[in-house]
Antibody, heavy 118, light 108 residues
Framework: QVQLQESGPGLVKPSETLSLTCTVS????????WSWVRQPPGKGLEWIGY???????DYNRSLKSRVTISVDTPKNQFSLRLSAVTAADTAVYYC????????????WGQGTTVTVSS | SYVLTQPPSVSVAPGETAKISCGTN??????VHWYHQRPGQAPVLVIS???DRPSGIPERFSGSNSGNTATLTISRVEAGDEGDYYC????????????FGTGTKVTV
């Protein structure tokens, strides 16, 4: 059974870069699309972007200028970098697996809370 | 980009049926997925591709999609069905590719 685990700092200063890593266990990162989704406190879900194991990416246009998603196949990990963060980027960040490009998200990490504050 | 509109809240008695709508223009031409999120937990996929139930999801959960509205139906509602429900579509012609609905809080 595939499991996902997010890791990274829980506190980031404004204007700095948020960096998170998702470790995939119980299965290979090869094949599937791998997404990052976030949820601000008390609000709904927002898709940030995804990466295909081969390296192709697509991002939410509202974040595109600040987002980079990368994959490390040998380590079975993929990562998120979000630059120039503000308080509006405070959220629970989930890594997730997509059932193909048009598919739903069938596996989610437990989520990690990232707070942007000085 | 477009908005997937859901009712903010639905209240249902145990054993009854809950219906949650998800609306946008011509949603019937897209594949809709549904998620259940309990407080403090990650979402769980309960319906994929309009009406498919992933392994482990009870038959009480069903979905339909036609015209401008997709619907998640929960039959014989149980206390454990409480939480937030989100619809989601993938649309290659828009940005973002993945759009989530506004969310519906189900109270049992």
């Amino acid at each position: 059974q595939v499991q996902l685990q997010e890791s990274g700092p829980g506190l980031v200063k404004p204007s700095e870069t948020l960096s998170l890593t998702c470790t995939v266990s119980g299965g290979s990162i090869s094949s599937f699309y791998w997404s990052w989704v976030r949820q601000p406190p008390g609000k709904g879900l927002e898709w940030i972007g995804y990466i295909y194991y081969g390296g192709n990416t697509d991002y939410n246009r509202s974040l595109k200028s600040r987002v980079t998603i990368s994959v490390d196949t040998p380590k079975n990990q993929f990562s998120l970098r979000l630059s120039a963060v503000t308080a509006a980027d405070t959220a629970v960040y989930y890594c997730a697996r997509n059932l193909g490009a048009p598919g739903g998200i069938d596996v989610w990490g437990q989520g990690t809370t990232v707070t942007v504050s000085s | 980009s477009y908005v997937l509109t859901q009712p903010p809240s639905v209240s249902v008695a145990p054993g009854e049926t809950a219906k949650i709508s998800c609306g946008t223009n011509n949603i019937g031409s897209k594949s809709v997925h549904w998620y259940h999120q309990r407080p403090g937990q990650a979402p769980v996929l309960v319906i994929s591709y309009d009406h498919d139930r992933p392994s482990g999801i009870p038959e009480r959960f069903s979905g339909s999609n036609s015209g401008n509205t997709a619907t998640l139906t929960i039959s014989r509602v149980e206390a454990g069905d409480e939480g937030d429900y989100y619809c989601q579509v993938w649309d290659a012609s828009t940005d973002p590719l993945y759009v989530f609905g506004t969310g519906t809080k189900v109270t049992v």
